[in-house]
Nanobody, 123 residues
Framework: QVQLVESGGGLVQPGGSLRLSCTDS????????MGWFRQAPGKEREFVAS????????FYGDSVKGRFTISRDNAKGTIYLQMNNLQAEDTAVYYC????????????????WGQGTLVTVSS
């Protein structure tokens, strides 16, 4: 059973960086594709990035392409989201997800979720 726990959120100034982590305490992680989504207040949950279980294939949402990087360490059961040049519009709760089907872009395609970690970008 996948049990996901995110960490690393916080307050950062515009132009700054943060690295989010997501660990699977259920130890089912290593052969599952993983992803990050985010949800801003009053908005729908949005696809951010995904990675294949090997980490060799990654995909990004248009709004974060070139600024965010997803990576994984299967030995540690952890995926990461390195976020650079953060802007106010990146403010959201960021969720880790696992075990997708379908297009991977729709939150409904993913069966396991963490509780989320809040990222606030503000001066």
């Amino acid at each position: 059973q996948v049990q996901l726990v995110e960490s690393g959120g916080g307050l950062v100034q515009p132009g700054g960086s943060l690295r989010l982590s997501c660990t699977d305490s259920g130890r089912s992680f290593s052969r599952l594709p993983m992803g990050w989504f985010r949800q801003a207040p009053g908005k729908e949950r949005e696809f951010v990035a995904s990675t294949s279980w090997t980490g060799s294939s990654t995909f990004y949402g248009d709004s974060v392409k070139g600024r965010f990087t997803i990576s994984r360490d299967n030995a540690k059961g952890t995926i990461y989201l390195q976020m650079n040049n953060l802007q106010a519009e990146d403010t959201a709760v960021y969720y880790c997800a696992a075990d997708p089907e379908g297009s991977w872009l729709d939150p409904a395609d993913w069966s396991s979720w963490g509780q989320g970690t809040l990222v606030t970008v503000s001066s």
